[in-house]
């Protein structure tokens, strides 16, 4: 069920997809995700889609207008996929784009340079935007964020202002001999590191972070619902679209769409994030189309978009 604040015939262009559920971090920080979005440069509105027994912690709730939708499972969820097709139904816009709670824009003009990337006749996918990765620092309630001198950083701390400075001690590397960065943090901050991985080590991009089409979406079936827990969704998600569109990685081509993410503990992630690999590894070989077909007969038969 769909629980929208404010009343008018307010036209998105682009629609923002978060899912929040069980006692994730980005309870913490989703207000501050709203108001960012909402002060993108092109009309925009923001889908929260809340899991059972997850409320939101809206303080005036009438400055957002029908900007701001709530969308809610009312069913116990253990991962973002059902609620983030739960908000692409309820989208307004021809165009999604699928967030988390915990990450903001840095510019007010992302989703526009997202939009010039996706090409003349928005055919291409925009996925994997330049992502920050800022260590918390005592309260932070700012809109607005510079980005640190040296454009080779992705663990950082900001002051006052929003000006971001890189942490001493993080290394580069590359996943596998490829061209995609990963990035280990420094030793001060290590407990802050992604769960286990290639050499226990974070994307210095937001996996999560991508644009499409609402129509390309629906065709391929939305995100699979088989997933719990943390990861591997948005790998499989870009298997299927890759079948039917161009994929663009944003950080490759267009660096100055970056965003911020809030660094928090991952004791939240157990054994599912094996599980989920497992899925994923059996849905490849299965191939996209199969994949696809799956997923869309989920779809009408209830289950997913």
């Not at 932070?140 to 080779?152: G, H, I, M, T, V």
Request: some cysteine; hydrophobic content about 40%.
């Amino acid at each position: 069920m769909a629980r929208s604040y404010g009343l008018g015939s307010f036209q998105p262009r682009v629609s923002v997809i978060m899912p929040l559920f069980d006692d994730h971090y980005g309870k913490q920080t989703i207000m501050m995700a709203v108001s960012s979005w909402l002060g993108q440069d092109l009309p925009c509105e923001v889908i929260v889609a809340l899991g059972g027994g997850v409320d939101l912690p809206l303080g005036d709730k009438s400055a957002f207008g029908d900007r701001l939708v709530v969308v809610r499972d009312q069913a116990h969820v253990t991962s973002g996929c059902p609620l983030r097709n739960l908000g692409a139904r309820s989208a307004r816009s021809a165009l999604l784009y699928h967030s988390d709670a915990d990450v903001v824009p840095m510019r007010r003009d992302f989703l526009r340079l997202g939009i010039g990337v996706m090409g003349a006749q928005g055919q291409k996918i925009v996925a994997h935007p330049r992502m920050y990765r800022l260590i918390p620092d005592g309260p932070l309630r700012l809109l607005s964020w510079r980005p640190p001198a040296d454009e080779f950083a992705c663990y950082v701390t900001a002051d006052a202002e929003g000006a971001l400075t890189p942490l001493p001690g993080e290394q580069f590397v590359r996943r596998g001999g490829g061209r995609d960065p990963l990035v280990i943090a420094p030793e001060t901050v290590r407990e802050l590191t992604k769960p286990p991985g290639e050499r226990n080590a974070a994307t210095t991009h937001h996996g999560g972070g991508m644009l499409m089409g609402k129509e390309i979406f629906e065709e391929v079936g939305g995100y699979c619902t088989d997933y719990t827990g943390w990861g591997c969704e948005d790998h499989d998600l870009l298997d299927k679209l890759a079948s039917r569109r161009e994929i663009v990685k944003a950080w490759r081509v267009a660096p100055a769409m970056a965003c911020l993410h809030f660094e928090h503990s991952h004791e939240y992630v157990g054994s599912d994030v094996y599980a989920s690999r497992a899925l994923l590894a059996r849905r490849r070989a299965m191939g996209a189309e199969a994949a696809i077909r799956r997923d869309t007969r989920s779809t009408i038969d209830g289950r997913g978009l």
